[in-house]
């Protein structure tokens, strides 16, 4: 009730002066301390300064990327592959992980994108997973926001990343169910062991998926639609989001909050997430997050050596801190 409250209460706040802001609160009965306290559980992503050292517009004619081949393929071999790709700005590097995807370039902004914007990025791949080596398997390609020059940042200041992806139409997506496209943070945790003295720190990777159901490689599916999938829940399993019966672009969004919780947002179109985009709050996997170290995108293909993963494009990838 309280978080209601709150965020009927920010939305007024943006439009009235300060001493108006005062008589809201009161009416609405939350206090200063409650209304902070209620913005710190689950903050907006794209609330707060922009942190211009990370990210990117694309808006550069120059940008391109230069990839290192073979990729690496730690994950699936052990195998790190140096020296690893990077952008020319330096903003986007490979993952020793899984390796980059296998098509990455600079395009023009399709349609209905953000006003103004000249330039996005496109990434595709089609061998993603072991390089020289096909596995008719679903695996999947990372690239990486370079936090170079920001190192880790604490959740004590609700760091949170914003972007928009292109859907391109149904009939030009790899034809297959399953996940195609994610935006995923890699943070830093800790789990509660039996004694709450004792504690265990690893690193984990919440996110939003973009899972694909297609008629015409499905029986089981009627019409062909996506859903976005919420990486994770306390327990680790994934969970049902929106449904897109149509395509065009989607505004997806996470935030870290001091409580050590990931909040996940989502909404169609290019407009500023709100609070009517919550998509829910989770201690993910059953750990509290301490810190985010970076953000990247996955993209996943059947990596039978001739199916090409849908094309993805995204478009001012951004990087938040609210405190």
Sequence with gaps: ???????????????VSIAQNFVLLICCGATLAQCAGALAQSPIPGIGR???EVGDDFEDPKWTYTASVPKSSEEQDGQIR??????????????AKRGQPDDISRVETPAGGIPGSKGAM????????????????????????SFSKVGSISVARSPSVVTRVYLPPFEEWEQRTGNSFGMRLSVFGVRDRASRREKNSETYWPG???????????PRVKEDHAMILIRSNDRGADLFGPKIKETGWWTLGMSCSPNGKINYYASPGVDGLTEKDYLGSYMCYGLRARSM????????NQDDGKSWSTSWIVDDPSLYVAR
């Excluded at 009730?1 to 943006?14: K, N």
């Excluded at 140096?82 to 993952?95: D, H, K, Q, T, V």
């Excluded at 939003?208 to 499905?218: G, Q």
């Design 122 to 145: 496109m990434f595709r791949t089609l061998q993603s997973g072991i390089p020289g080596k096909i596995t008719n398997e679903p695996h999947q390609d990372d690239l990486v926001a």
């Design 50 to 52: 922009k942190i211009m």
């Design 208 to 218: 939003l998926f973009i899972h694909y159901y297609c008629k015409k490689t499905d």
């Design 293 to 300: 170290g970076s953000f990247f995108f996955n993209v996943v």
């Design 1 to 15: 009730m309280l978080r209601a409250i709150m965020l009927r209460t920010v939305m007024r706040l943006r439009s």
């Design 82 to 95: 140096l020296p690893a790709g990077y952008s020319l700005n330096r903003r986007w590097i490979e993952a």
